[in-house]
């Protein structure tokens, strides 16, 4: 008899610990939850800003401008944002467009340009 009740006070403790521990298993779930809805949110402002990019300079996989053929130079604006000198397909003038631009639509091109460019040293 002394052993049932040294068994029910054992059985309270466990689902009072059990209890005080399953709030904390829900928060953490909702916190995963809102870190990824966090991310949903800002990878649709990245999106936005790309597509917000393209059009300014006019770049568009449906049509638009001609293609960059050429990375001529780069320098950093007075915001401090990376600009590159180009040139299309079909033009000798040079013109500016972002480093975001060609970092998603000329990633090739723009490999090539800064492997062109690079010094070792012995």
């Given at each position: 008899?002394?052993?049932?009740?040294?068994?029910?006070?054992?059985?309270?403790?466990?689902?009072?610990?059990?209890?005080?521990?399953?709030?904390?298993?829900?928060?953490?779930?909702?916190?995963?939850?809102?870190?990824?809805?966090?991310?949903?949110?800002?990878?649709?402002?990245?999106?936005?800003?790309?597509?917000?990019?393209?059009?300014?300079?006019?770049?568009?996989?449906?049509?638009?401008?001609?293609?960059?053929?050429?990375i001529?130079?780069?320098?950093?604006?007075?915001?401090?944002?990376?600009?590159?000198?180009?040139?299309?397909?079909?033009?000798?003038q040079?013109?500016?467009?972002?480093?975001?631009?060609?970092?998603?639509?000329?990633?090739?091109?723009?490999?090539?340009?800064?492997?062109?460019?690079?010094?070792?040293?012995?």
């Open positions: 008899a002394e052993y049932m009740g040294e068994c029910q006070e054992l059985i309270q403790q466990f689902l009072k610990t059990q209890e005080k521990a399953t709030p904390k298993k829900v928060e953490r779930k909702r916190s995963k939850l809102d870190d990824v809805e966090i991310s949903q949110k800002k990878l649709k402002t990245d999106q936005s800003a790309l597509s917000k990019l393209k059009e300014e300079s006019g770049d568009s996989p449906t049509g638009g401008r001609r293609k960059i053929v050429k001529v130079g780069v320098y950093r604006d007075e915001n401090g944002d990376l600009k590159h000198f180009v040139q299309r397909e079909g033009s000798k040079m013109e500016t467009v972002d480093a975001k631009l060609l970092h998603n639509q000329y990633s090739k091109l723009l490999i090539e340009f800064y492997e062109a460019r690079l010094e070792f040293s012995e």
